[in-house]
Structures are given as C-alpha cells and as structure tokens.
C-alpha cells in the first residue's frame, strides 16, 4: 500500500486512538457522529471489528482511506430517479474492505499487464499420475502446481517478489502465496507461506484447510494478512483470461485461466495441445516490465516442465 | 376564538420553547408559540440574566471594596439598592423583547395564555378563564419548565420567606439573610447578598455546598466563601421558621444540636419541579414521574406527537440543555439527517458567585465509581500570570482523564472568569480530544485560560509553572 494518495477519514482523536488500540481499521467502519464523523460509541458498541487487511512492514500504521465513492454518481439516487427496482444489500465489513481496498490499488497502484500462454499437457499427465498413484491420499489440483511454480519462480527470481515503499523497494525472502478464495462473504486471500519450502502435497493440503476456513470465517488475522504475490484462479469457471486487481502492498498477481484445447505447431507439424493463459498484473513501481517477463518466463519453464520444480 | 392549523405547536416560551420554536421555522415547518407570562421564560425573566445583573453589581461592590489594593483611593460610595434591582429589571425586560423579535422575525405565531392538550393533536389556550385559541398540530412540544421546590412547614410566603422570584425584587437590602440550600441558586443569591453587605447564613443538608460539583472544588468554595464573612452550615436542615414580623427566626438541626438564628429574610432554594400539571396529560400515554415528563432520548413521551424538553423533564435543570432539547427534538422530528441524541456529560454547568464555580463531565469522585483508572491534574489561580495580575489569586481548574485512554473525563474549575473558559472543555469533550491534543494546543499568553493546558499537563506529570 502506498500510504501516498489517502483520504481523510473522519474520526474524533478518541476513536482513533482506541481504534489503534483494538487494531480496529477505521476505514471499515460506518461513523455516527456529526457528517459521517467516527466517534468513540463507533469503536465500543462492539460493531468495530479488528480489520482484515494484509499488513506487512512496509504498511503505514494508520491507512486513512474513506469508504469508496460510486464514480460520481450514486447509484441509489440514480436508481430512485428513474424509477428501478432494487434489493438493498448491506455492506458489511468485509465489502466495505475489499471495495475500499481495491479502489485504492487500482487508484494508486500503476498496474501493467503480461500474459503468457503456458502449454499444460505434461503438468497434466503429471497431475493425473500422481493423483492415481495417491489412492485417494491426496488430489492435487492444477492450481496447487501453478501456486508452486509462482514460488518457485519467485525464488529463483526474487525481483519480482517485492514491495514498494516510499523510501525503497522490500525484496521478501520468502514466497508466501495469497490464494484468492471466494467466500459467501466475499473475497479473501489465505496465505500459503514460504511455498517455495514446500512440497505439492503440503501446499495443496494448506490450500484446502485455508480455503474451507475461510469459507466458514475462521480465519485467524495472520493466516490471511501479509503474503507477498497472490494468484487468482478463475480456469474452474472456463474464463480463458483476466486482468486481476493487485492487492496491495504487493507488487504482482497473476490471473490464471482455463486450460483449452488448441492447435499449435512444433517442428513444421500440427498438433493439439492444451493451452492455459496467464496474466501478470504488475505494479510498475516496484517491478518494470523486463522484470515481469523474465518472471513469467521463469514461472512458464516451470508450469510446462513441472519435474523441474523438484530441483 | 381562533382555530388554526400548523406544523408545530411548542408550549412555553422559556429558552427551551422559543429556541426550538424558532429551529423549526427554519425548517420550514409552520410553528406556534403559546405562553403563559413572559417570552424568555424563567431563565430570562426571573433567573439566569436577572440574577447576572444583580451579580455583576455585587461584583462591583467587592471591587470598591477593595480598590485599595489597586492603588485607587476611594473616600465614598454607596449603592442605591433600588437602582440595583431596576437595572436587573431592565435587562431582564430588553432581552424578552429580544425574544419576541426574533419570533416574529422567523413568522412565528404567539399566543397569549396557558396552553393545555386537548385532545390528540390539539392544544387549547386559556387566558384569565376563557379559551382564546384552538390550535392542531401533527406535533406538540412541552416546555413548560419547573418551579422552585417548597417543604413542608417551611413553604415560602413572599414576604419574609422568598424564592427566587422574591429575592430578585425586594424593596430593600435585608440585613441578614438565611439561604436554605446551596446549590446554583442558593448559593448565587447568597453570593450577591453577602457581597452587597448582608449577613448571610447557608444552610445545606448535604455535606458540603454546591453539592453536585467536585468535592475539591466544593471545599475551596467553602473556604472563599467562609473568607468572605458567610456563615456554612452543612448536613444541616432548618427544621422551623417562626416568623416576627420583620424578621424570622430559624432553627437550625444539624449533629443532633439545634441552634437558632435571627435573621430578616430567607431565600428557599432547595431544588425544584417540574410544571407538570394542568396540561391536559392525564388523558393521554404521557408518563409523568415525581413532577417531570418522562421522554426518551429524543425527547418524545410516550404519546405519540407530543414531546417534553428542558426542566419539565428534569436534570439538569439548565436553559442550555433546554435549548439544545429543543433543537434536537425540532431536528428530529423534521426528519434532518445527523442528529444526535444530546450527552449529557458534555453539558457544562456554572454557578456566577464569587468565585465562580464551572464544570464539565464527571466529578473525580463519579469518574472512580464507574471504575476508570485515572489521571488528575490540578493548576492553581496563584500560578498563573493573568490572575495575578488581576488581582484575582484563589482558584484552581482541576482536569480528569482516562488514563488508559486519555479521554477528557471532566474538568473543573472555581475562580474568575471560569464560566467563560468552561466552554474550552465543552469543546475538547465533545469532539472527544485526548490530552494530546489539549497539550498540543496553543494556549494564548498571558491569559487565565493557560491554565487549562497547565492543568491537563499536570495530569501527566508536566506542568511547566507549578
């Protein structure tokens, strides 16, 4: 997170004194005082909880940032005007999160994009001998291995395992993976840390308790908050590619897509291959766009040649 | 008899009716206005600006008194005491007129006379007897405030037993005086009488005078007090006056001992209650508990359309929570957005004896009932530049905070000028400062008021002049 372009959020010195004190996110919270103004009653009736927000080193201690604005025109007066029917749906705190969040990153974040076309067949044929060689032990799912190829990718090439600050550019040691999980409540991105350490088995199995967690809402704060790259996976849905939003104060995320049948040619012949799209959204601050590609070039050998990432 | 239609009705048009009638109109609703007897109501005709004009002439009296020690050498002087109380009268008479200004400057139409509910969304107004107006209304605000509280046996008579009202207007300074209860009102009379050379005894039945302020505050009120000739009598109740007839002679029970005391005149201020009756409730879901109208936070009784604000409704009895009632009630009910129901500890309260007592917030001793761990800090009038060279050294402002928040508990204050810094707290309270901010505002120099920052610097160990 950049901690540059903020808005102000309205909240007496009491509420955001307590609010630090209960690690509740200020930004998260409707006010009841005079204009939207947070007071202490917003911060002790119990409805603050503590935010879910990744932090990490790099992230300002106080992120003043108001509730997103429609674009302009709000769309409840809009609505109102010509007469549409609607259903209310309240925000709760995990919207208001992920919208204030996000709006954020794509305001303040300058985002770039790389899309590599990765040939799957032999990831494939691997993920099915060992599934069948698990006797039911375990299944590995395609995004198990693209969440080790990220890793691993990120640990051979640790430029694009970054995060910008003002002052300088944090290159994390680790590879610890945010895995974008929908939730009946909305997104949330588990981590699976130092992934580069760990074995497929080991990152799927993570994968699984994190997800099902977080499905029930019973995540602890650490287990979704920090992580240094993320990987959102819409393929399960036949999305052939996306752009993703970075979630910040990461650099990169990639978008995964579905693997598709296609023809392609090798050595002067047709032939039939299955075909998966990934796209790198990278923030150019931190990562330029050589860098991204050189990733992606990396976390390609990887995804094709998956034996390799037993080296 | 005129039968009108409007938005609103308030009845009574003391500091809570006329404000909010006036917020209303503003709001564009159609409002009317029905008193009884003065528009201003107590606060303007017969309690708080009255009683600031006697005191401001009692002020003046001690300064002659002591203009000695300014270097003025003054041979004679003496008051027209009659005067005194006309000019009262005056400024009382100027600012009702005020009043009724403002209301027909914002259209606002006022009847003459008692305003009673007859009926759901209706009020019906007397005057001498006879009805003079119907008026409808979707809503109907009481503000009918209070009166001063009468014991048994020792019920005023007007002549030798005053209340408020008696006491403001006598025809002659009486020699010697019994106050029976010490708290605002009691003690400002006490303050005005004895300043002006009577001999004056207060008699409170709680331990100490101004029972309500702080206890440190209390006690230094005692001593100025005391210093300044009044006889205190506390945890004592006068049991029986037996009146002469010029004087009265009171007994006084306190410690199991009776003493007695001649004195001319005595003032009853021993509280007071709402004016509750008469007005048509007892037909409607409006609850009345010991005198005052029972509402909700948004002033609304359990009738619906008909809301109570101010004194009718009970403590504290002050014209400023009435008006700010008023407001919000108005705001309310016109469906205004960001309105909030009124804090109750961020009302200040100031009592103008000499020296002046004024707070904000909980008592050191209310704050440690409700389990806060605290932080106090104290600054003395002698510390101060200003009040030195004032001549005005006696005095304290005592600060309270939340020590595991640093939230602004309450603030307390006795000495000159302290019912006009008082606001400063208000201020800081309501917009929920910490003592951070309190020590990073610039206080100006040389002013009384720095000693508001020394104070709540003191409360973290860092008062620089003391």
């Known amino acids: 997170m950049t901690g540059q372009t903020q808005e102000r959020i309205f909240a007496t010195p009491l509420a955001r004194r307590l609010a630090a004190e209960k690690g509740v996110d200020l930004a998260t919270l409707k006010g009841s005082g005079p204009r939207g103004r947070i007071v202490k009653a917003d911060i002790t009736s119990g409805a603050a909880t503590p935010a879910h927000r990744p932090s990490s080193q790099s992230t300002p201690p106080q992120k003043p940032a108001s509730a997103p604005a429609s674009g302009g025109i709000d769309a409840k007066q809009l609505a109102d005007a010509l007469g549409m029917s609607y259903t209310e749906i309240p925000n709760d705190n995990v919207r208001r999160t992920i919208a204030r969040r996000l709006l954020e990153s794509k305001q303040t974040v300058p985002h770039f994009y790389l899309t590599v076309e990765c040939r799957i067949d032999t990831l494939l044929a691997t993920r099915k001998d060992i599934n069948d060689k698990a006797n039911g032990a375990y299944k590995l799912s395609v995004n198990d291995f693209v969440i080790k190829a990220c890793a691993n990718a990120l640990h051979a090439y640790p430029k694009a395992n970054v995060a910008w600050t003002d002052s300088a550019i944090l290159q994390f040691a680790h590879a610890d993976i945010s895995v974008a999980v929908a939730t009946p409540n909305g997104l949330i991105t588990p981590i699976v840390k130092k992934a580069e350490t760990k074995g497929l088995r080991q990152i799927s199995e993570e994968v699984k308790d994190l997800a099902g967690r977080a499905r029930e809402g019973k995540l602890k704060p650490e287990e979704f908050q920090g992580g240094t790259f993320s990987v959102s996976n819409l393929g399960m849905y036949g999305v052939p590619e996306f752009g993703a939003i970075i979630n910040p104060p990461q650099s990169c995320i990639l978008a995964v897509g579905a693997g598709e049948e296609k023809p392609y040619v090798d050595g002067g012949e047709i032939k039939i291959g299955t075909f998966m799209k990934c796209t790198l959204s990278v923030d150019h601050r931190a990562v330029d766009g050589a860098v991204g590609a050189a990733y992606l070039q990396i976390l390609r050998q990887y995804i094709e040649n998956p034996i390799s990432m037993l080296l | ?466």
């Open chain 2, 1 to 466: 008899m005129s039968e009108e239609k409007f938005d609103l009705v308030v009845i009574g048009g003391g500091p809570g009716g006329y404000v909010a009638a006036i917020r209303a109109a503003q709001l564009g609703m159609k409002t009317a206005l029905v008193e009884s007897a003065h528009l201003g109501g107590i606060c303007l005709n017969w309690g708080c600006i009255p009683t600031k004009a006697l005191l401001r002439c009692s002020e003046i009296n001690h300064l002659l008194n002591h203009a000695g020690q300014y270097g003025f050498k003054i041979n004679d002087f003496s008051f027209d005491f009659k005067k005194v109380i006309e000019r009262s009268r005056g400024v009382a008479k100027q600012l009702s007129g005020g009043v009724q200004h403002l209301l027909k400057k914002n259209k606002i139409a006022v009847f003459d006379g008692f305003g009673k509910i007859a009926g759901s969304k209706s009020v019906a107004v007397e005057k001498d007897g006879k009805a003079v107006a119907s008026l409808r209304a979707e809503h109907i605000i009481i503000a009918t405030g209070a009166r001063a509280r009468s014991l048994p046996g020792l019920e005023p008579d007007g002549k030798l037993v005053w209340t408020y009202k008696e006491a403001m207007v006598p025809d002659a300074m009486p020699k010697s005086l019994l106050v029976v209860g010490s708290g605002a009102i009691g003690i400002e009379f006490a303050s005005f009488y004895r300043n002006m050379g009577a001999d004056v005894t207060v008699v409170e039945i709680m331990d100490r005078v101004l029972p309500v302020e702080d206890e440190e505050i209390s006690a230094f009120a005692r001593k100025q007090f005391e210093k300044q000739g009044m006889k205190i009598r506390t945890g004592a109740k006068v049991v029986k006056l037996d009146k002469g007839t010029n004087d009265v002679t009171a007994h006084i029970e306190s410690g199991g001992k009776t003493e007695t005391v001649k004195i001319d005149r005595v003032i009853m201020a021993v509280g007071i209650v709402g004016n509750s009756e008469n007005l048509g409730l007892e037909k409607t879901k409006v609850k009345i508990d010991r005198g005052h109208i029972v509402t909700d936070e948004w002033s609304r009784t359990d009738e619906p359309g008909i809301y109570a604000i101010g004194d009718v409704t009970g403590a504290p009895w002050l014209a400023h929570k009435a008006s700010h009632e008023g407001v919000i009630c108005v705001e309310r009910i016109a469906g205004q957005k960001d309105v909030h129901p009124l804090d109750k500890s961020n009302i200040p309260g100031c009592t103008y004896c000499m020296p002046q007592v004024a707070s904000v917030g909980l008592t050191e001793k209310a704050a440690k009932e409700r389990g806060y761990e605290l932080k106090v800090g104290r600054f003395p009038f002698m510390g101060n530049g200003k009040a030195i060279a004032m001549g005005e050294p006696e005095g304290m402002v005592k600060t309270i905070f939340d020590a595991k928040t640093g939230a602004l508990l309450g603030a307390h204050m006795i000495g000159a000028e302290v019912t006009e810094m008082i606001q400063g707290f208000g201020i800081a309270k309501t917009l929920e400062t910490t003592e951070v901010e309190l020590m990073h505002t610039v206080f100006a120099h040389p002013s009384l008021s720095e000693m508001m920052h020394e104070s709540v610097l003191d409360a973290y160990g860092r008062a620089i002049h003391f």
